[in-house]
């Protein structure tokens, strides 16, 4: 199994930033492609942004050139910096990750268990 856990959010005002932070465990697993989904209330899960273990980025539309996500390959973390932040931000976000477990080569995917964002006008 592979844990995530999720830090960062909070209450902010629009126009402001936060970063959010999500640190991945678990033995037998290697870490593939992370990233950030969020869910506001009533509305699907989205994707955010995406990282691959090369570094390689894709965002969504609606938060490119206001975000950006990074990760630490060495102590499996992945980051999202969101500025000039929008009330249409607020939602739950949840860190995902793919992981190959080692011993039979099967990928799956791990969920956080979600940290709130709230954007203020």
């Known amino acids: 199994q592979v844990q995530l856990v999720e830090s960062g959010g909070g209450l902010v005002q629009a126009g402001g930033s936060l970063r959010l932070s999500c640190a991945a465990s678990?033995?037998?697993?290697?870490?593939?492609?992370m990233g950030w989904y969020r869910q506001a209330p009533g509305k699907q899960r989205e994707l955010v942004a995406l990282?691959?273990?090369?570094?390689?980025?894709n965002y969504a539309d609606s938060v490119k050139g206001r975000s950006t996500i990074s990760r630490d390959n060495a102590k499996n973390t992945v980051h999202l910096q969101m500025n000039s932040l929008k009330p249409e931000d607020t939602a739950v976000y949840y860190c995902?990750?793919?992981?190959?477990?080692?011993?039979?080569?099967?990928?799956?995917?791990?969920w956080g268990q979600g940290t709130q964002v709230t954007v203020s006008s």
């Open positions: 995902n990750a793919l992981a190959m477990r080692e011993l039979t080569g099967r990928t799956f995917a791990y």
């Open positions: 678990g033995s037998g697993f290697r870490i593939n492609t």
């Open positions: 990282i691959s273990n090369g570094g390689s980025p």
